[in-house]
């Protein structure tokens, strides 16, 4: 079966220090892969998704960036994060081939920028 | 620009009883909906969807109905249990944006009164 594995589950960074963010997933090959950010009171929204190995499509620009090195590996990075960043970002997957395949969550990252 | 609404940001309901959670949409173009379920501190869960060919998905206690002509869409939780306790997100998606990229609304946290 497949399973999604998502750390740190907390972080608290400073103002101005960078961010590493990773995510695998085991069971499954050429998965997409999603970057998701809840903020306070808001919805879910899309940062990033790829759909291969070194394939990354931005949604919202930003401070943040993401990289897939492997199949089944998504990192998500700053280089330096603002208080903006704090909040709940969830890694994702879904089948590649399969038109409308619901997506598969991670139990997220609470990130907290003091 | 929310393109996917949830207007109501909680809803107590008894247990036993029907939940009715709801969900509107601004973009005619998205023709495949989906629910997902999330628990404090976990990331969220695929529960039921339905695509703008039917106007009806069942699965158990849940069913979904789509109302394409208003552009709405509402989740029947019905018995509701304490289990149910949760944050509820619509989702939606269509292939003029990429059947891979899900637009979600900010959610509605259902509360299941014992």
């Known amino acids: 079966s497949q399973t999604i594995h998502q750390w740190p589950a907390t972080l608290v960074q400073p103002v101005g220090s960078p961010l590493s963010l990773e995510c695998t997933v085991e069971?499954?090959?050429?998965?997409?892969l999603y970057w998701y950010r809840q903020a306070a009171g808001r919805g879910l929204q899309l940062l990033f998704y790829?759909?291969?190995?070194?394939?990354i499509s931005s949604e919202v620009p930003q401070n943040l960036s993401a990289s897939r090195p492997q199949d089944r590996q998504f990192i998500l990075s700053s280089k330096k994060l603002l208080l903006s960043d704090s909040g709940f970002y969830l890694c994702a997957w879904s089948v590649l081939s399969g038109n409308n395949s619901p997506l598969h969550f991670g139990n997220g990252t609470r990130l907290t920028v003091t | 620009d929310q393109q996917v609404k949830q207007n109501s940001p909680s809803l107590s309901v008894q247990e036993g009883r029907i939940s009715i959670l709801n969900c509107d949409y601004t973009n005619s173009m998205f023709d495949y909906f989906l629910w997902y379920k999330k628990y404090p501190a976990e990331g969220p869960t695929f529960l039921i969807s339905i695509s703008s060919i039917k106007d009806k998905n069942e699965d158990g206690r849940f069913t979904v109905f789509l109302n394409k002509s208003a552009k709405h869409l509402s989740l029947h939780i019905v018995p509701s249990q304490p289990g149910d306790s949760a944050v509820y997100f619509c989702?939606?998606?269509?292939?003029?944006?990429?059947?891979?990229?899900?637009?979600f609304g900010t959610g509605t946290r259902l509360t299941i009164i014992p």
């Open positions: 790829s759909v291969g190995i070194g394939q």
């Open positions: 069971g499954t090959s050429n998965p997409n």
């Open positions: 989702a939606a998606s269509g292939a003029n944006f990429g059947n891979e990229k899900l637009t």
